[in-house]
DNA sequence: ACACGGTCAGAAAACGCTTTCTGCTAGAAT
DNA sequence: ATTCTAGCAGAAAGCGTTTTCTGACCGTGT
């Protein structure tokens, strides 16, 4: 009766006070809970009562130092109110919680400066290392690879180092968009870019000299923007400016905001203007009038990406990595070319 | 020159390589690198340097184990795809990392049932834990909080008992929206209803009927609809077959697609019909119309349940619990109750 | 000159586990 | 009946740290 407390208490029950209350060893413990191959079954079964009534579960701590792998991810993404990377987010925890497998999540807040520190300290805490840094200038990308194997990149091609990536192709969305504008009539069309240093960005842009190059008849000029609504938005001076009768802004949430500021304005989408996204978010498609864009299954991305780390963490060769093609989806922001008297 | 590779190797190097190289014992090594007081200096430049050439840096793991703490926050959230979580782990992680602490999150993809393990797994790697559940039973969530102290809920009221918790108060955000509504003079109401287990549907229902009790001269439908765009653009059908002349929707996304669904039926927003949100996310106000809504400020929310955790964790009390009174925003997409022939 | 106290470095214990190694017991084989 | 072997439980080492404890050395005070 003057026993210690038979009820489960806080946080503290150890392997060791499963093993006294049990009257076993330790290694009998350890064994019992890994389901381990021959012990009595009438010790295991003390055992497992024991460990019930105790509340026991072994630490991952300890667990993890022991075993030298600690059942998590890392994930670093440069900004988790991007529907992009939202949605990777998504796919990733998805399949590592299948593999129960946990994600910490590294949120660089555009820090690009501090991304680098950020992955490395991630990185040490668990097995793995899911990387987007989409503005990290490929050098300092090159020399942080090695310090953070495995890893797997999102959208970003890895140049000369050989990991694993999977990726959206921009550079064929934007084409297929542009083809697009092109078949509807519109030769004069402006890009609302992102930001100067994002790879997604750089592919833009040499999607658009490459159609240049080969499409005298058409003018693409191109704009600085941003990313947000906000810079959508207040671009709508630049698109009435520019006296273009399409743009493609840099992505679904700039494409918003200058829907908004044109709505505002009067100006009619697509009859005085076509606008086109990029991403195809899921509020795309509820806009008003709903926005021709060009699909990234980002959450599909992310999957992808987990299937390539679990590899990895296996020892297995990740499979080939993936360019996500994105597929022009036409909807009601874009129409045929205005005849503009001159 | 037959020594041991200078350069620093993969990952591996531990406090004794350190020690060795330094020729000094493991406890010297950590004192230096801890800046414990108290160390010779010319040792602890020797330390150092070895620390450097070695690329050491101390494992997490055993530091955790030992210090027991992880420097490790958890958060579990029902869906990752939602704006509202979404921006309550953006407010979070951005306080976390600035004590340089990390997230681990979990997402329980709706899967009511497992949230319990989930959240006891996930704190078991963490020092605290914020939990979102907004529909787990009441007695599960009280018989699982002793459990995950420290941890704070959000948009949770702890009822019984007395853990730390933030909120949006959605049924006094409701009660400004029927006002609104109210005095623009609609007075055929319908509100599009979420989950019917979710907390935060309960009290926007709650709310209703209150005001239900007082105002004969109105009538709030309520009819079951969901929580996303699908739900909100299906919903359409039985707003038109209503006839009332004002809709609250569970939520903006809920609003948006039901605004897309009149937009193309021709329905003319808010001449027609109002149409009213929840949540104010970033999207309300770019749609067409702009959309009344109630906000939330979610990242805030997420900011304040750091801050509440972080106090626990350093064994202080946390701040009072915190709900944000949601503020009506006069958008675009309500107006003035149309007069309807009877 | 000797005892005493104060610094500071190393030895060792502890954190909570897993796993190898050791040793005991019992059953089988000769 | 005796030895060999298999089977199974416990002892102990090890994972990489921090931290307490121990002990050496040096300076100071009398």
New binding site residues.
């Given amino acids: 009766m003057g026993k210690p407390p038979a009820t489960a208490r806080r946080a503290?029950s150890?392997?060791?006070d499963v093993a006294a209350r049990a009257?076993?060893?330790?290694?009998?413990?350890?064994?019992v809970?890994?389901g381990s191959t021959?012990?009595?079954p009438a010790?295991a079964e003390r055992v497992r009562e024991a460990a019930l009534s105790l509340g026991?579960s072994?630490?991952p701590?300890?667990?993890s130092?022991?075993?030298?792998k600690t059942q998590t991810l890392a994930v670093v993404v440069p900004d988790l109110g991007n529907p992009t990377f939202q949605g990777a987010l998504r796919g990733l925890s998805e399949g590592a919680s299948r593999e129960s497998y946990h994600v910490l999540i590294a949120d660089s807040h555009e820090q690009i400066d501090e991304e680098r520190v950020l992955a490395i300290e991630a990185r040490r805490r668990c097995d793995g290392i899911v990387l987007c840094a989409p503005r990290m200038p490929d050098d300092e990308l090159a020399e942080l690879l090695p310090l953070l194997a495995p890893v797997v990149l999102i959208n970003r091609d890895p140049s000369s180092s050989a990991a694993a990536s999977v990726a959206a192709d921009y550079r064929s969305g934007l084409t297929q968009l542009l083809q697009h504008l092109h078949s509807l009539g519109h030769h004069e069309l402006l890009y609302l870019a992102g930001n100067e240093k994002a790879a997604s960005n750089r592919d833009r842009l040499s999607a658009i000299a490459d159609f240049q190059a080969t499409h005298d008849e058409t003018r693409i000029e191109v704009a600085p923007c941003g990313v947000g609504f906000a810079e959508g938005y207040a671009a709508a001076e630049t698109v009435v400016a520019s006296r273009t009768t399409a743009v493609l802004a840099f992505n679904d949430l700039v494409a918003m905001g200058l829907l908004s500021a044109l709505t505002e304005r009067g100006i009619r989408v697509p009859e005085d203007v076509s606008v086109a996204g990029f991403d195809d978010i899921p509020f795309a498609r509820y806009t008003t009038p709903p926005l021709t864009t060009a699909t990234v299954p980002v959450e599909e991305l992310g999957q992808q990406a987990w299937q390539r780390i679990w590899a990895l963490l296996n020892g297995r060769a990740p499979a080939y990595n993936l360019s996500f093609g994105p597929l022009v989806v036409p909807r009601g922001s874009t129409g045929p070319a205005p005849h503009r008297p001159a």
Same sequence: chains 1, 2.
């Fill in positions: 503290g150890t392997i060791t009257q076993v060893s330790l290694s009998t413990v350890s064994r809970m890994n021959s012990v009595d010790l026991y072994a630490s701590l300890a667990r130092l022991v075993l030298g």
